[in-house]
């Protein structure tokens, strides 16, 4: 069974662009979670899609935005980034309805020059 | 004061050891517990789920959890230098509630 696979690996990019991070989940899960890892920090939660609504959001700013697909596959977009963004991104899936446990893929590290 | 709190380490300890890693809570209402790994630049991965109190044992690892003390342990047997990283505890009250992560600890095991 693939696990949950999330593209780029590595993504550079510039104070004021944006950022698109994408993420496929484990088959038949519904349920997709974004989180944010700063260097040596712990995960902070971003966002938690279900059946393609936003069921909950962490304390982000707006310009940390998202949306699911019908096919369960999800997009995190950063808009005008900054320096703090750089970070580790990671996203994760369960069955749905926030049933657990969470399944991890290995992230995608967004550097801001 | 955060709802849970977890060491954050590290903790080195010798090749074949028994390693107990633990984290605290504060919300009584929390029933399932997860602990994860996390090597350098990877994703957290799964290694217990269980709900409300009690034993789980999983080949050399046993996860305890204690809702009286709000208190729950991962214990790692006969320890080995690939189990050096990072364990991060979580839990929640079930469906449709957010989960609550720990700072994760650092352990490493040394040859």
């Known amino acids: 069974e693939a696990g949950v696979t999330q593209s780029p690996t590595h993504l550079i990019k510039t104070r004021g662009q944006q950022a698109t991070l994408r993420c496929s989940p484990i088959?038949?899960?519904?349920?997709v979670y974004w989180y944010q890892q700063a260097l040596g920090l712990g995960l902070q939660f971003l966002l938690w899609?279900?059946?393609?609504?936003?069921?909950n959001r962490g304390n982000f700013p707006p310009r940390f935005s998202g949306r699911q697909f019908p096919n369960y596959s999800s997009e995190l977009n950063v808009n005008a980034l900054e320096l703090e963004d750089s970070a580790l991104y990671l996203c994760a899936s369960s069955l749905g309805l926030g049933q657990q446990p969470q399944h991890f893929g290995d992230g995608t590290r967004l550097s801001i020059l | 004061q955060k709802e849970v709190e977890q060491d954050p380490g590290p903790l080195s300890v010798p090749e074949g050891a028994i390693v107990s890693l633990n984290c605290t809570y504060s919300?009584?209402?929390?029933?399932?517990f997860m602990w994860y790994r996390q090597y350098s630049r990877k994703g957290p991965e799964l290694l217990m789920y269980?709900?409300s109190s009690g034993n789980k044992e999983d080949g050399r690892f046993t996860a305890q959890v204690d809702k009286s003390s709000k208190y729950i342990s991962l214990f790692i047997r006969d320890s080995q230098p690939s189990d050096s990283a990072t364990y991060l505890c979580a839990m929640n009250q079930g469906s449709n509630y957010q989960l609550i992560w720990g700072a994760g600890t650092k352990l490493i095991i040394k040859p």
């Open positions: 919300n009584s209402a929390f029933q399932y």
């Open positions: 899609y279900d059946e393609g609504e936003e069921r």
């Open positions: 088959s038949g899960h519904t349920s």
């Open positions: 269980t709900y």
